[in-house]
């Protein structure tokens, strides 16, 4: 007899959905695109933190403000230019995820139709003057930077997706035979398909400017960026998006299939305007940010692992618990915890997955509360995922050692909190090695 076929279980359906919708080819797009430019957003990180934390301590004066140029210099081309980066990175990332031949001209093409959707004029105060004029013939770090970062992302999937589609209609091609070198050939086969697709967005903004007396990047702002930023970036929507994530990780899907896409780059936004106004001298905005989600949510890694490792230390008999913990304890320490995730293991078992979503839940609302209430300061710097515990809270707050106090009480409240559900794991393994 033919064995019967066993029915798939909900969370290996629950796993499979969210399998393709993590490689659906924009949102893996958008995740390249983020990594490529993440670096200069760390460098914006240590541009404000030297210029609003080390150089007033040892400057003053006019020594102070031409020590601050450099970090002001930093801002305008990382910050002040966020959107103008993600639009050409956007391109090139979805040119090649979907294997088109010339990725350069995509971005290219991307990067001038996110320039042809500004306005042609802007509203600036002059130096020195007390209103604002309007000025021609300028672009402005308002419509380049975080404000413009979704229309970045929106214009170069459109005008990208755009181009290659008509690239590959034959009629639009020009083909000057075998004798020309492969660049000039791979340029003139996409001229059609670039001038159709940059005529194209010249058209709308065109029709927005003359009918709607508006722009595209501002619609995008208000109507799409702004709506969407304030459910996401809320406390409520962050934690479930965030939990999602997590869970999604206990079944061996990388978190970032969620929050990569869904959460991180509304999160920078906000991080990005923290880092603005601290440069500025001004109010810090916002709590919650992709650092600060990092700093107090995912100490040691995802689901604050470094917590379960200081508890086996510390109350675990289990020899290959304790050797797991010995082997993932360096890295761990550098936020990395794959050894633990999948040695220990926390994937696919049951009593480790309610520790390893609730204790980020923990920590992001233990140190938010803090946040509010002004016992440390709000996040300023956007320093690297792998910054060790402590001192990661130390920097990220632009120096604010009481931040360092509230990682260290997370970090007691979640050795506390792992115990009972590692005891439990312990004693399942340990029963389900005896039925062997």
């Known amino acids: 007899m033919a064995q019967e076929k066993t029915k798939p279980s909900f ?27 993440m670096p200069l957003f760390i460098l914006a990180g240590l541009g404000t933190l030297f210029n609003s934390v080390i150089f007033p301590k040892v400057a003053s004066g006019q020594t102070l403000a031409n ?9 305008n081309g990382t910050l002040n230019i966020a959107g103008l980066m993600l639009a050409p990175a ?52 308002s419509n380049l930077g975080t404000t413009g970062m979704f229309g970045g992302i929106i214009v170069g999937l459109l005008a990208t997706e755009l181009f290659i589609w008509l690239s590959k209609v034959k009629k639009l091609q020009i083909n000057l035979g075998e004798n020309v070198p492969p660049a000039v050939s791979s340029s003139f086969n996409s001229m059609i398909p670039a001038i159709l697709t940059a005529s ?31 459910v ?10 965030y939990s999602v994530g997590n869970f999604l990780f206990t079944l061996g899907i990388h978190q970032t ?12 936004i906000n991080m990005n305007k923290n880092m603005a106004a601290a440069s500025a001298g001004k109010h810090i905005p916002y709590i919650l940010t992709n650092t600060f989600r990092d700093t107090f949510g995912m100490i040691g890694g995802t689901g604050s692992t470094i917590c379960l490792l200081i508890a086996i230390f510390i109350f675990s008999r289990v020899k290959s618990s304790r050797e797991i913990a010995k082997l993932s304890i360096a890295p761990g320490l550098f936020n990395i915890n794959e050894p633990v995730i999948f040695g220990y293991p926390i994937v696919f078992n049951i009593p480790m997955m309610i520790p390893f ?33 402590l001192l990661s809270g130390f920097l990220a707050t632009g120096g604010d050692w009481r931040a360092v106090v509230i990682q260290a009480l997370i970090i007691a409240e979640g050795v506390l909190f792992y115990i009972p559900f590692m005891k439990i794991s312990e004693r399942v393994q340990a029963k389900a090695a005896q039925e062997l």
Not at 15 to 25: D, F, P
Not at 257 to 268: A, E, M, Y
């Open 11 to 37: 969370l290996d359906r629950f796993a499979a959905v969210s399998g393709k919708i993590g490689n659906e080819i924009h949102l893996r797009t958008l995740r390249d695109a983020f990594a490529v430019i």
């Open 67 to 75: 020590l601050q140029v450099w970090g002001s210099l930093i801002a």
């Open 90 to 141: 956007i391109g090139y990332c979805l040119a090649v995820n979907r294997e088109y031949k010339n990725p350069i001209a995509a971005a290219i093409i991307a990067l001038a139709s996110l320039i042809m959707t500004m306005p042609l004029s802007v509203s600036l105060i002059p130096t020195g003057a007390k209103k604002a004029a309007d000025i021609a013939g300028v672009l402005s770090f």
């Open 200 to 230: 194209l967005f010249a058209l709308i903004s065109t029709l927005l400017a003359v009918i709607g007396h508006t722009d595209l990047i501002n619609l995008i702002a208000t109507g799409i960026q702004e709506p969407l930023r304030a």
């Open 232 to 241: 996401n970036t809320s406390l409520p929507g962050m934690l479930f998006i």
């Open 257 to 268: 299939v969620i929050n990569g896409t869904l959460l991180d780059p509304l999160l920078l």
């Open 357 to 389: 979503v609730l204790q980020p839940v923990i920590g992001i609302l233990i140190a938010y509360f803090f946040t509010s209430i002004g016992f440390m300061n709000r996040v300023i710097v956007m320093v690297p995922w792998t910054t060790p515990p």
